[in-house]
């Protein structure tokens, strides 16, 4: 039955990227909804075991994106969607879907500023950032969060979902 994880795991991430792309946004029904059904599955599955690899899978998804989250970089469904595949995949796989979900976020970023002339924008304001961070410390600079800045948006569950086929596709 452990067969049926990837196929899980790439309906929550198609849904999920659907959905963001659609309308900006990644529903709390799936995401919780995810979370919920890979506790109740890995836990029918294989006892404390499966509840321990789903509920650390779920914390690892949590844990990684929730800083990002934080400092105004990334929408909240982005962090609960990576923690609900998470518990899906166990840590570990967590892990690695977000390394490669973050590679593809990269490039699909210098793709989406290239597109709309605001790599050179893009690249001044990670500098401010550096020097902001590395004087005042991490913290949310107003006009670089998703809620006041003008740069372009990058769909997130569009890389999560690449993330999620790469992390399959070498399991």
Do not use: Q
Request: with cysteine; net charge positive.
């Amino acid at each position: 039955m452990s067969e049926l994880v990837p196929y899980v795991v790439l309906l929550v991430a198609s849904i999920a990227c659907v959905t963001d792309v659609r309308t900006r946004r990644i529903p709390n029904a799936l995401t919780f909804g995810a979370a919920a059904s890979a506790v109740v599955f890995h836990t029918a599955l294989t006892g404390r075991e499966g509840l321990i690899l789903a509920l650390g899978g779920w914390g690892v998804g949590l844990l990684l994106f929730l800083p990002f989250f934080l400092l105004g970089g990334m929408g909240g469904g982005d962090v609960k969607l990576l923690a609900a595949l998470g518990a899906w995949v166990g840590p570990r796989d967590a892990l690695m879907l977000a390394i490669y979900a973050s590679l593809a976020g990269g490039v699909l970023g210098i793709l989406l500023a290239l597109s709309r002339n605001y790599l050179g924008t893009a690249l001044r304001n990670l500098k401010t950032m550096c020097v902001s961070w590395l004087l005042l410390g991490p913290r949310p600079l107003p006009s670089m969060t998703l809620d006041d800045s003008k740069a372009p948006r990058l769909a997130y569950a569009v890389p999560m979902l690449i993330g999620a086929m790469v992390t399959i596709w070498f399991r």
